[in-house]
């Protein structure tokens, strides 16, 4: 087995509004969101807070986050051998927030022979984090580990996805449906969520106008990326500015 110790296990609701500013540990620390709507950051790559949502953090990594909604948030810092990396990771099935709040219950309550009990949660969730690391990519992802990259990391430019198929010499109907069959959403949908999580974290950490916001996430105009933002994030992108100015 690993070599795994326990630093700190604790349960805190956070209350919409709350920044939590830029700081590190010695220690590896999984946060984990049981609720809640905001932005998490590692080192300045962006991750939405929302339910049943992990974040795994190396020790001597900068971070830091903004809850925009109530959040309720588990977080276990611990010290291992194993070299984990960042990561930000959906608990489909739930394995992982009971594997979490185990320690936490056990920490709080220090039932009979808790330390021990502890001992073996710590060893579970370290397998299950590194089955999270090293899971194989779903059969026909590689196929499509282009058309993922390249609409990640050019959501700012104006992308024409069925060009994006025939690179891939496929039928735009056909990329479609096998793209959200791996990916659990459309290809629109997709470039959407990362143009949208993009202008989030810029309402929140850049002073610029909504316009440029626009224009820098790759949206027609203002109008436009004002609607879709309301219809993801249920509110505003002007609320969420304000928001932020009333805080500083």
Not at 52 to 61: D, E, F, L, R, S
Not at 148 to 163: C, G, P, R, T
Not at 186 to 213: G, V, W, Y
Request: charged content about 25%; proline content about 3%; overall charge neutral.
């Amino acid at each position: 087995m690993r070599n795994i110790e326990l630093v700190t296990a604790w349960e805190i609701s956070r209350k919409g509004g709350t920044r939590i500013f830029t700081h590190e540990h010695e220690y590896y620390e999984l946060v984990y969101y049981c609720s809640g709507d905001g932005m998490s950051t590692v080192e300045k790559d962006g991750c939405k807070i929302a339910s049943n949502v992990c974040a795994v953090i190396p020790p001597h990594k900068q971070h830091e986050e903004y809850h925009l909604k109530d959040s309720r948030v588990f977080c276990i810092g611990f010290y291992c051998d194993a070299p984990l990396c960042v990561g930000v990771y959906k608990d489909v099935h739930g394995e992982l927030c009971a594997t979490v709040r185990s320690i936490v219950v056990e920490i709080m309550n220090q039932f009979a022979n808790y330390r021990e009990m502890v001992d073996l949660k710590l060893q579970e969730l370290l397998l299950q984090l590194l089955r999270l690391q090293e899971a194989p990519s779903k059969p026909g992802m590689k196929n499509f580990e282009y058309a993922v990259s390249y609409i990640a990391q050019n959501f700012h430019e104006k992308i024409i996805l069925q060009d994006v198929a025939k690179q891939l010499h496929l039928s735009y109907d056909y990329f479609q449906h096998r793209f959200k069959e791996l990916m659990g959403e459309s290809p629109q949908q997709f470039l959407i969520r990362k143009r949208l999580d993009a202008a989030e974290r810029m309402l929140m950490e850049e002073n610029i106008s909504i316009t440029e916001i626009a224009q820098r996430c790759g949206f027609s105009n203002s109008a436009q990326f004002s609607a879709m933002f309301k219809q993801s994030r249920k509110k505003t992108p002007r609320e969420v500015k304000k928001k932020v100015e009333n805080l500083s």
